[in-house]
């Protein structure tokens, strides 16, 4: 790839990392409780479907909504972790994803209540997502920031994996939701680990408003979303079109769980990368969109090999660039990193929430062959766009030289 023509930011005075594995496996684990109940709904539709009497329509309408709640929180939760710290904000989101986890696992028993349980983890995880990027950037050596953000984002493909494992090992046991409840005891062990970060002077920091201005966010604020309205379809039905094409109900929670496990060392390794090698990130971002693309024509094919090809393409390829992406807008605002990953993090969530909704329609009244060209099209788009924003930066450095 090209190299990098952008200068990064020098970092501000008073952050001064200390560590790297501590608040690494903070940020990881804290990912994990945040992004795991998305992820079991989706790995138990069929269970969960039979039991509260929703169609694919349904299913889709969940995560949608659980995306907007995502979405709103964001917009304070970056703010609020840059100006009063990473630890607070992480264990406000625990606490919030613990009451999550017992809601679902005690009184979970209509739609109503699902929604109820699932808002409590979708306010969590607009609190950690942005307050976990600030505990990177304020809290592990400037040198192993891209491996500790590629660890961190690998989180959410563990996430995938421990949900697809949860099908066959808990689901016929003790069923799905005294599964979200056990999953709530990772709490724990990340309210225990969060270390404290240093913080920055409050007049180093730049408004929301200031950072909107910037025209590389923008594009990435909303090729992200595109990119969300793509991949998120994957986790929320492919289990469904796998069991559609001829898969039983652990099979396809098997090969979720195998997407997932492909997909650790596809991000781990973006996040290498980028520490030890100067190139264009935001461009790589492109081109991981552009395998997505391929990875969704598979799988329209519906049949048990193009689901089994695409997969594997997707999540080694397609859906391995959000820790590169991230890490990317942390090395151009280190002044503000809960903020500005804050931004297109919200142009994710948007993207999120308008895509599933949309996607189970589709399923439903045309569907999986017609449902998974929408988000092919989605990620063509966002591989665009991204593309103009790695432009953009490097305009950016060279107004400011």
Request: proline letters at 6%; glycine letters at 10%; aromatic letters at 10%.
């Amino acid at each position: 790839m090209p190299a990098d023509p952008v200068r990064y930011p020098s970092e501000p005075a008073a952050a001064v990392p200390m560590a790297f594995w501590r608040p690494t496996l903070a940020a990881a684990g804290a990912i994990v409780l945040a992004a795991i109940p998305g992820f079991l709904i989706g790995a138990f539709a069929p269970a969960i479907k039979e039991d509260i009497g929703v169609d694919e329509t349904g299913i889709g309408a969940i995560f949608t909504f659980g995306y907007f709640v995502s979405a709103v929180v964001l917009q304070v939760g970056g703010s609020f972790a840059d100006r009063r710290g990473p630890r607070l904000a992480v264990r406000a989101g625990v606490i919030l994803a613990v009451v999550g986890f017992l809601l679902f696992g005690a009184v979970a028993n209509s739609f109503a209540l699902i929604l109820l349980a699932f808002a409590f983890s979708r306010i969590a995880e607009g609190l950690i997502q942005p307050a976990t990027n600030t505990l990177v950037s304020r809290g592990v050596v400037a040198t192993r920031r891209g491996t500790a953000t590629g660890i961190k984002q690998a989180a959410v493909p563990v996430s995938t994996l421990l949900a697809g494992l949860a099908v066959p090992v808990l689901g016929s046991s003790v069923g799905w939701r005294w599964t979200f409840a056990l999953f709530g005891l990772l709490a724990i062990p990340v309210w225990i680990a969060v270390p404290d970060a240093p913080t920055v002077p409050k007049r180093t920091m730049r408004s929301k408003r200031e950072l909107w201005n910037e025209p590389h966010l923008k594009l990435a604020a909303i090729g992200g979303g595109f990119a969300a309205a793509g991949v998120v379809t994957a986790a929320g039905f492919l289990v469904l079109a796998a069991k559609d094409a001829g898969y039983s109900d652990s099979s396809a929670g098997l090969l979720l769980a195998l997407g997932g496990l492909v997909m650790i060392p596809a991000r781990l390794t973006w996040g290498v990368l980028a520490d030890r090698y100067s190139f264009n990130r935001l461009r790589a971002v492109a081109i991981c969109l552009s395998c997505a693309v391929a990875s969704f024509v598979l799988f329209s094919t519906e049949t048990k090999w193009g689901i089994a090809i695409g997969t594997f393409l997707l999540f080694s390829a397609g859906w391995s660039w959000p820790g590169l992406f991230l890490f990317a807008i942390l090395a151009l605002h280190p002044e503000a990193p809960g903020a500005s990953t804050a931004i297109v993090q919200t142009g994710i969530r948007v993207g999120a929430f308008s895509a599933p909704l949309a996607f189970g329609w589709l399923a439903q009244n045309r569907g999986f062959g017609v449902a998974w060209l929408f988000p092919a099209a989605s990620a063509a788009l966002a591989a665009i766009l991204i593309y103009r924003a790695s432009i953009a930066v490097g305009n950016r450095a060279t107004v400011a030289t």
